[in-house]
């Protein structure tokens, strides 16, 4: 896991808990 990909998802979810 490349750290770039583990800040992603980190912001995947906070932004997908926004939009959901």
Known sequence: MSKTEAL???FRRS???RIK
């Open 8 to 10: 992603t998802q980190a």
């Open 15 to 17: 932004i997908g808990v």
